[in-house]
């Protein structure tokens, strides 16, 4: 294995030397993703393959562990929390070992990455394998069956109006659903399926260029999947979990094209180009983050903190007034003058001339463009839910409200104490094990801008960790795990082959590693997915020959069949998605419409009315069930036996009542479920 | 100092035209005068005869709100800006480093409850500011006329008043005591401010209203603490506590310097000082910019009135206790001393203005929602529970349907009630406040078209 010693601030290598220790590798100096160019004759192509056979079997095996843990779920026996954890581990520990050791060849590591990365994919598909069971899987789906019906882009999505903005994955899924015949389901597992595979080739190589380790590469790829929103939330169908891994693809060309080496820079650019159109066309946060990263890369190659340094500094000297303000200014001036001058300077001499400034550029005015003349509501939503977690930390350091208990849910479900005990022995080990990393980052990388920006990552992720505990922030923190994770692997990875347990026998400290990473990445699942929606829930019964379906779905089924699509239905959360994608309704859920009010309301008076005047309400939906509200647990058969964090009871009947004593016609009833037509109630203009 | 000044001028422009003036029951008071064609008088707080006088004769001019309620914010704006421009020019040739006392207690002292103009708490210690330094400064004849001037407008402001009339009779015969050549007139100033404080606690004592007394206790302080200081604003003042510090003991620290300068480096020992001071000060503005940015988390500063006295006082005191404890030739300072004191002041003055013009920004955004449900509501009374967003904000206060109705003009058509709008019988009159049926017919706003919705809902 080979280590960077030396490198200029663009991550360039000045010189290749093996580190003091490292066994060589016959396969380690392969170029990037060199799959095909090995050289080796076919019994070393057969060594290449090394344990990954054995693995492979291993995890196959975990998987239907895993499976029958789900069936068991499904039947509500017990036991089936049991197998989903014996098949995580089974799936885990034997990569995590095989990856931490030194000896595997680069091809099986890059092998074993993409067999790991995929096979937890099949967690979460086999989760819910009938259909799209996710909140936001249902504003995507819709958003490609919008673009299906109509052939253009921009459709109307009254649930998530952003999302409509954002058409690169169902752009993708409707034309995958034209081209080969597929359901939108199907075609969204293929296209989901496809962005993981981006994601794990693009981690490796990126950490490969960066560390010209593929030890390291492989670790980070098996770390980067212990992020708590791995597992489920950025394998759903969702707009996240295509884009971010094209960032960091755009990540990888960028930093392949910084080599003096690299053939054809103007083809890579013109690369980075397109994948960053095409991220800045399919999700808000992940391009801002691309841009943030890319700017952040730009600013260290071109030493901008010097700048800033010196910048305090006469600050510093104007405060404690011994220059006088216009002579500071002078100073700004020059500074500015002559950072600009040496960038030109380098530009002059080609020395910079793949620098990431070009990128950068490129992906701000593309963003900039795309929020200013496409998507500016985007600020609006961003900012509302960046604005909440604001003031969350500022009230709970006011002490104006009481922090968030960990491991609690918004429902009151107390998760189980070996959960508490992995989730924060996870953090622990994290926290113990990052100022490895960063000694390592500090002694051998500290050069490469781009490996300081994930070291900055690294750090942030611990930062976010305290906004945990703040109520309205918490989402915020669980949200850049994800972004902030590619940072934290890869310091991680550099600090896991760096440690050395010289004293002890030879099996401990793989042992060791192999236990930390399981149990980092057992405390990731607890961290980001309740934990009991980690197994699949009932959402059909086979009874003969005949598929019976939720309450909800056989509404919506109704609803279409009886009433056609293009209505402005109200509903809650739950049951307003499944009108939205399985009856084309316009669907009006939550509080930004005031439904929320209007369906709790004891009684219909001015303020329901207006409501529905002002909105023109066709129709309402309203379902008896309190989980229905719920827009995570809402779409399944309700469980005949108490389940933790599952609120089987029912609302007051004024919730009903109310829209009875009205005067207005039922026009569905399924027990639970009842859709009233507001036709004489909407008939009004609305009241000023 | 233009810098500085044009900092206060600009944040208390933008604050006068953005309605600060009438947060809280900033409202009631323009409502009240506006209404009854007479100033509003709490709590026989004489001084709001000064202030609400320009506003009046305006309305005589204009109905137009948006021109009364720029009068009505601009005379309060008036008192801090030349309270500063007083404290300015008494200490600006004999000690102007004692400046960066008054401008630190402008701009953290009394900062939460600027925008809210109308507070006689704030009025009184802003008012007070130049006394004080009069009292520690060599006196000359104009000087005299401001501070009696300024004691009387304090006097008919707030109770706080008195204890800063104490405070003065204090610094004032200490003073005297420490330097002789003053001693005969600071004595005789000391004298005056005891008799002032005695008169008025006289006159309190025959006056005051059970609101009043009801401030003065433990357990209400504790609570406007918990109120009003606890979280964001009690961090900015730890960190503008620990900036005090050293600039208090910056002149001390370059005497250190000067004494052994072969051990301690002047620039090794110096500058990390400035730059705990410059750091502590940006935190304490950052924190009150996001304090200001946030309208939730200014929701009950109205409550921080009762502690700004108490958090006012640390400021008056270290000017006291520079002056005498240095004496005036120290307090002039070295050249140095006061260039740094200087650039404090201008920090000092961005911070301000960034914190009242965000804050301003703020009040804007919390005014126009409620604007914009008042239109939105189907029905003339709207009850406060309908408005979503109300109960967070500053808005969440009892001065809810005075503002309502002032911000559609003196001919209102809808109104917000704090209560339920079907318990309320509208027949006798409108509730303006607990305490303030108002009949449909007398006054100055004309409510007929809010009576006729109102009957017509009914």
């Known amino acids: ?688 | 100092m233009k810098l500085y000044f044009g900092s206060i001028v600009s944040a208390l422009v933008v604050a006068a035209l953005s309605g600060g003036a009438l947060l809280w029951d900033g409202s009631y008071y323009l409502y009240s005068t506006l209404d009854t064609q007479a100033p509003f008088l709490p709590n026989n707080r004489y001084i709001a005869v000064v202030l609400e006088t320009p506003v009046l004769l305006a309305f005589k001019v204009t109905n137009n709100i948006a021109i009364l309620k720029a009068v009505f914010g601009l005379t309060y704006a008036l008192v801090p800006l030349i309270s500063l421009l007083l404290c300015w020019l008494i200490v600006r040739r004999s000690a102007p480093a004692l400046f960066v006392w008054a401008a630190l207690g402008f701009g953290f002292g009394t900062l939460m409850l600027q925008l809210h103009f109308i507070a006689e708490a704030t009025l009184s210690v802003q008012l007070m500011w130049p006394v004080v330094l009069a009292a520690l400064t060599p006196p000359r004849w104009w000087v005299r006329g401001v501070v009696i001037l300024l004691s009387v407008a304090a006097f008919f402001s707030h109770p706080f008043a008195l204890a800063l009339f104490a405070v003065v009779a204090g610094l004032a015969a200490v003073i005297g005591w420490r330097y002789r050549e003053q001693r005969l007139e600071k004595w005789l100033w000391a004298a005056g401010f005891v008799a002032l404080a005695v008169v008025g606690l006289l006159r309190f004592s025959g006056i005051h209203t059970n609101y009043e007394t009801d401030q003065i206790s433990w357990q209400i302080l504790l609570l406007h603490y918990q109120l009003a200081l606890q979280g964001v604003p009690i961090l900015a003042f730890s960190a503008v506590a620990l900036a005090l510090v050293v600039l208090y003991a910056m002149p001390y620290v370059r005497r250190v310097k000067l004494r052994w300068p072969l051990q301690l480096d002047g620039a090794s020992l110096v500058m990390p000082l400035y730059a705990i001071e410059l750091l502590c000060l940006a935190a304490a503005g950052a924190l009150f910019v996001l304090w200001a940015s946030i309208p939730e988390l200014w929701a009950d500063a109205l409550d921080y009135r009762t502690w700004v006295l108490f958090m006012s006082l640390p400021f008056m005191g270290m000017a006291g206790l520079e002056s005498l404890v240095r004496g005036p030739e120290r307090t002039q300072g070295p050249q140095l001393e006061w260039k740094h004191r200087a650039r404090t002041v201008q920090v000092v003055g961005v911070v301000f203005a960034l914190v009242i013009v965000l804050q301003s920004l703020s009040w804007i955004q919390v005014t126009n929602q409620l604007q914009a449900a008042i239109d939105q509501s189907p029905g003339a009374c709207v009850s406060m529970s309908a408005l979503s967003d109300v109960p967070h904000t500053a808005l969440s206060h009892w001065s809810l349907t005075p503002y309502s109705i002032i911000l559609q003009g003196t001919v209102p058509s809808k109104v917000v009630l704090n209560g339920d709008c079907a318990a309320v019988n509208f027949t006798k009159g409108l509730p303006v406040a607990a305490w303030d049926l108002r009949p449909w017919t007398t006054g100055a706003f004309d409510m007929h078209v809010l009576f006729q919705n109102l009957a017509a809902k009914s």
């Open chain 1, 1 to 688: 294995m080979s280590v960077r010693k030396r490198t200029d601030l663009m991550g360039i290598p000045a010189e290749r030397a093996p580190r003091a220790g490292a066994r060589p590798s016959k396969t380690d100096a392969a170029g990037p993703l060199a799959l095909g160019r090995t050289q080796a004759s076919s019994r070393d192509e057969l060594a290449a393959w090394g344990l990954m056979p054995a693995l492979a079997a291993v995890s196959a095996l975990a998987l239907l562990v895993i499976a029958a843990g789900n069936y068991l779920a499904r039947a509500g026996a017990p036991g089936a929390e049991l197998l989903f954890w014996l098949g995580i581990v089974l799936i885990i520990a034997p990569f995590a070992a095989r990856l931490a050791s030194e000896r595997p060849s680069r091809q099986e590591r890059l092998r074993l990455a993409v067999w790991l990365g995929m096979a937890l994919y099949v967690v979460k598909v086999m989760n819910s394998p009938n259909g799209f069971t996710y909140a936001d899987e249902f504003m995507h789906w819709h958003n490609v069956n919008q673009i299906l019906s109509t052939q253009t882009l921009f459709g109307q999505n009254l649930v998530l109006p952003i999302s409509a903005l954002y058409p690169g994955l169902p752009s993708v899924t409707a034309s995958l659903v034209s081209l080969g015949g597929l359901s939108v389901f199907w075609a969204g597992i293929l296209v989901i399926a496809a962005a993981r595979l981006v994601m794990i080739l693009a981690l490796f190589w990126l950490a490969e260029q960066l560390s010209q380790s593929p030890r390291v590469a492989g670790l980070t790829v098996l770390i980067y999947a212990a992020n708590p929103n791995f597992l489920f939330f950025d394998a759903q169908f969702s707009y996240e979990s295509l884009a971010l891994p094209l960032v960091v693809l755009v990540l990888a060309v960028a930093h392949y094209r910084l080599n003096p080496k690299t053939r054809q820079p103007v083809v890579l650019t013109l690369v980075a180009f397109v994948i960053i159109g095409a991220v800045v066309i399919t999700h808000h946060l992940s391009s801002y983050f691309m841009v943030a990263v890319l700017l952040a890369w730009t600013l260290l190659v071109a030493r901008f903190h010097l700048v800033v340094i010196n910048g305090a500094r006469t600050t510093l000297r104007w405060y404690a007034g011994e220059i006088t303000g216009s002579a500071a200014w002078r100073w700004a001036l020059q500074a500015t003058r002559n950072f600009v001058h040496r960038r030109e300077q380098t530009r002059v001499n080609h020395e910079s001339s793949r620098d990431p400034s070009g990128l950068m550029f490129f992906a701000l005015i593309l963003t900039l463009i795309w929020l200013a003349f496409v998507a500016s509501s985007t600020v609006g939503y961003v900012g509302t839910v960046l604005g909440r977690a604001v003031v969350s930390v500022f009230r709970l350091i006011a002490a104006e409200e009481t922090g968030r208990t960990l491991f609690v849910s918004t429902s009151g479900y107390v998760a189980p104490v070996w959960e508490h005990i992995i989730g924060l022995g996870s953090i622990v080990i994290i926290v113990v094990a990052l100022p490895f990393g960063l000694v390592a980052v500090w002694r051998r990388y500290r050069r490469n801008a781009l490996v300081l920006v994930l070291a900055l990552m690294a750090i942030a992720y611990l930062g976010m960790l305290g906004l945990r505990f703040a109520p309205a922030a918490w989402e915020t923190s669980n949200r850049a795990s994800e972004f902030l994770y590619i940072g934290l692997a890869f310091v991680l990875a550099l600090g896991v082959t760096d440690i050395r347990l010289r004293k002890a026998a030879s099996w401990i400290g793989p042992a060791a590693v192999t236990i930390g990473l399981t149990w980092v990445f057992c405390g990731g699942i607890v961290a980001g997915w309740p934990e009991n929606l980690r197994l699949a829930r009932v959402d059909q019964v086979a009874v003969g020959d005949r598929i019976l379906q939720p309450q909800e779905t056989t509404a919506a089924v109704w609803m279409l069949a009886n009433i056609g699509p293009g209505h402005v239905v109200a509903a809650d959360d739950s049951n307003g998605r499944v009108l939205l994608t399985q009856a084309h309704e316009d669907a009006l859920v939550g509080r930004n419409y005031s439904i929320d009010d209007l369906l709790s309301a004891p009684s219909l008076d001015h303020y329901e009315l207006y409501t529905i005047q002002r909105f023109q309400l066709e129709y309402i939906l309203v379902d008896q069930r309190r989980i229905s509200s719920d827009n995570m647990r809402g779409y399944f058969f309700v469980p005949t036996r108490p389940v933790a964090g599952w609120d089987v009871g029912l609302y007051d009947l004024d919730r009903l009542a109310k829209f009875e004593s009205a005067a207005i016609d039922r026009i569905f009833d399924s027990g639970d479920i009842a859709i009233y037509n507001l036709e004489t109630l909407r008939s009004g203009q609305p009241a000023n």
